[in-house]
């Protein structure tokens, strides 16, 4: 018989089961329904004024670089994948997020260019991940807000200001080349818009001396024109065919002296790209150099930003060596001149800003104000609420734990297990985590270790009668878990493959009957009365107390993939949830439905974060709505510094959750008090 529990995790806000993954935010589209709905208790309710909200960032520190511009006055800027721009006003020390330039979520700030004309003017190269186009954008007060200066459509790879005459700047897109002579005002294109060898351009670089001078990195292959694009020669002597040219740098101090990166290595020019040479020194495992960079000081000392780490040469590329770990992908790097020599910061993946104060002989990240880190999984000790443990973006699924709410962070002592985490949970014996590819752990205290649990399957009585051996009893599975509950010592899961409760010694999980429920269950709450409630079959189920049988509950029309369910209060009363594919349903009878609106869009949601007196929900648009108890009025309460895919909301402390995105990190947002008439 299926014993029904009830977890505290309900009581606390549903914290135990809202490691929400992606999956809620893939496929949603918006769907307009019209609905009729009558119930006195939810008539005529108005959420009454909340004062207003507030946000932290609690880390962890870091997050992927994609991009980095020093300006003349020693400014540092740096891009992010999502559109984000920092700044640095004292060469990397401490960031300050300033603004998004493009206004989407899925803009890559390819490059950042410090207007040198200009000490606030910044213009940025940017493209989207999830469609083509992109554009060119610029910000006049240090990045803080952010206008589109042309190229609309185009997607952006790289841009180049002429250091002869600031007013000229060269973009490369996918389409081609493009010039400005008025200070990007306007755009025109300077290569040939049939001719297929002159577009995917991925690099540029502009003669010191004579704008006319241009020269062009594509994916096949660079090209070189000297009268301003009206014709174009290849330029490949010595270059292995079809190596991808990411990067460009004219020697500063001989301008016959060109560098180059491609997928195929480093190479030297000495007769401004007649011929080429192929640089010996890295290993072709580092192959990929996403930029290249010159000491402006020391022309000898250039840095190569690869894929196995930072290299460093000082004698033009003769002889390098790594100067960081070999796991560092690294995407950007800039030098700018210190009192002891030169400093150089370097923009990786995952682990933020690398900063070197001796000219790049040792390295330490430098992450303060940049909390930019990708978080796949987060979860709350129930015992200390400020205890929290997350998985987030880096090498083989870094585990980082926090004690004291972000204030600092560590790595969890026994690493990270064998298996890549899905989801963590928070049990008063602990942390379990679930594996994308199937089963749980259990994080042992004592032995500091992970150990896996078992998922086993009993045969039938009448096998078991003929079976000779306990393995011919039995068999071990290890389904992917949906959710996880607990109360007291039990724990109960639900997996693809039904429900399992942990036995009594807590080695291993039995399969739970669960009479007419559908094998598969994708989400699993405590409902009220002691009962569950489950989404199986793209269906509502609900099973009371005592009973080990499972019956349908009827869902909205329309309302296309069910999601989640929960029965939260409302104005006093409990009062049914559902997410769905096409918006929030709340029903008072559980059987008739209202989709809510009053300020929610009608798309996909993760599961509520209920604390206090305050609901927060994140909805597939990557936007936080919260409300309050007293009624079903929405709002929403991210501004454009938090705005993120959010799955992972976790009550923390009096009208405060915790907010795990899968672009801002771990953010705190402590919501509004309501006004008092």
């Known amino acids: 018989m299926l014993r029904v529990i009830r977890s505290k995790q309900f009581d606390c806000g549903l914290a135990g089961i ?12 918006r769907h307009r329904l019209a609905s009729a709905f009558s119930l006195p208790l939810l008539l005529g309710l108005i959420s009454p004024a909340l004062s207003a909200e507030t946000w932290e960032r609690l880390g962890p520190p870091g997050g992927t670089v994609i991009s980095l ?10 891009g992010t994948p999502d559109g984000h721009v920092f700044r640095s006003v004292d060469r990397g020390e401490h960031w300050e997020l300033r603004g998004r330039a493009g206004g989407r979520l899925d803009g890559v700030v390819q490059q950042i ?54 007013t000229v700047w060269l973009a490369g897109t996918r389409s081609g080349v493009f010039r400005s002579l008025n200070n990007a005002r306007s755009w025109q294109r300077i290569t040939p818009a049939e001719d297929p060898e002159l577009q995917n351009v991925d690099s540029l670089a502009v003669d010191p001396e004579n704008p006319e001078i241009i020269y062009v990195g594509t994916y096949h292959l660079p090209w070189k024109t000297t009268d301003g694009g009206r014709t174009w020669n290849s330029i ?19 301008r016959q002296r060109i560098f180059s990166s491609a997928c195929s290595g480093i190479y030297r020019s000495e007769d401004a790209g007649l011929s080429w040479t192929k640089l010996q020194g890295i290993p072709y495992s580092s192959r990929r150099t996403q930029q290249i960079v010159q000491d402006p000081a020391d022309p000898r000392t250039l840095y190569a930003a690869t894929t196995e780490g930072l290299w460093m040469t000082g004698d033009y590329g003769e002889t390098w060596r790594r100067v960081t770990p070999r796991e560092v992908n690294a995407y950007a790097v800039a030098v700018l001149p210190a009192p002891n020599g030169r400093e150089v910061l370097a923009g990786v993946a995952a682990q933020g800003v690398l900063r070197s104060d001796d000219s790049g002989q040792s390295f330490a990240s430098w992450n303060t104000g940049f909390s930019h880190r990708v978080l796949f999984a987060l979860a709350a000790d129930p015992v200390d609420r400020r205890h929290l443990l997350a998985r987030v973006e880096g090498p083989a699924g870094l585990l980082v734990e926090t004690r004291d709410e972000g204030k600092s962070w560590s790595e969890l002592s026994a690493g990270a297990p064998i298996k890549t985490v899905a989801r963590i949970f928070g049990a008063r014996d602990g942390w379990w985590v679930s594996f994308a590819a199937g089963g749980l752990a259990k994080f042992d205290f004592s032995s500091g270790s992970w150990q896996e649990r078992l998922f ?71 409902a009220s009365q002691n009962a569950l409630l489950a989404v199986a079959g793209n269906e509502l189920w609900t099973a ?58 009608p798309i996909a949601s993760a599961p509520p974060a209920f604390n206090g007196s305050a609901v927060l929900l994140a909805m597939g648009n990557g936007g936080l709505y919260e409300t309050s108890e007293e009624g079903t009025g929405w709002r929403r309460v991210d501004r454009d510094s938090e705005q993120g895919g959010v799955g992972i909301l976790v009550p923390e402390g009096s009208r405060a959750f915790a907010v795990g995105s899968y672009s801002e990190g771990l953010l705190l947002l402590r919501a509004g008090q309501p006004e008092k008439n």
């Open 69 to 78: 511009a020093a300006a003349p006055d020693g400014t540092v800027y740096l």
């Open 113 to 166: 260019v410090a207007d040198a004309a200009d000490r606030n003017r910044v213009l940025a190269a940017l493209w989207y991940r999830s469609s083509t186009g992109g554009g060119v954008y610029e910000s006049s007060d240090g990045g803080q807000h952010w206008r589109l200066a042309g190229l609309a459509g185009e997607t952006v790879r790289t841009l180049e200001q002429s250091p002869s005459r600031p």
């Open 18 to 29: 809202l490691s929400c993954g992606p999956a809620f935010f893939c496929r949603s589209r």
């Open 544 to 601: 009371d107390a005592g009973s080990p049988g499972w019956k349908r509950v009827a869902s909205p029309a329309n309302a296309g993939a069910l999601l989640w369910a929960a029965d939260l209060p409302l104005k006093g009363t409990v009062v049914r949830w559902l997410g769905t594919q096409h918006g929030l349903f709340v029903s008072a009878s559980g059987e008739e439905w209202r989709l809510v609106s009053n300020g929610l869009p």
């Open 236 to 254: 490949a002597s010595g270059m292995i065919d079809d190596s991808d040219i990411m990067s460009l740098r004219i020697d500063a101090h001989d």
């Open 456 to 526: 086993r399957e009993e045969a039938p009585p009448a096998s078991r009668a003929r079976a000779g051996s306990r393995s011919d009893r039995a068999r071990v599975l290890t389904p992917h878990v949906t959710a996880f509950l607990e109360n007291g010592q039990d724990i109960i899961v639900s997996t693809e493959d039904g429900l399992w409760k942990k036995t009594p010694g807590g080695r291993e999980f039995r399969r739970l009957p669960a009479d007419g429920l559908p094998r598969s269950v994708t989400f699993l709450s405590p």
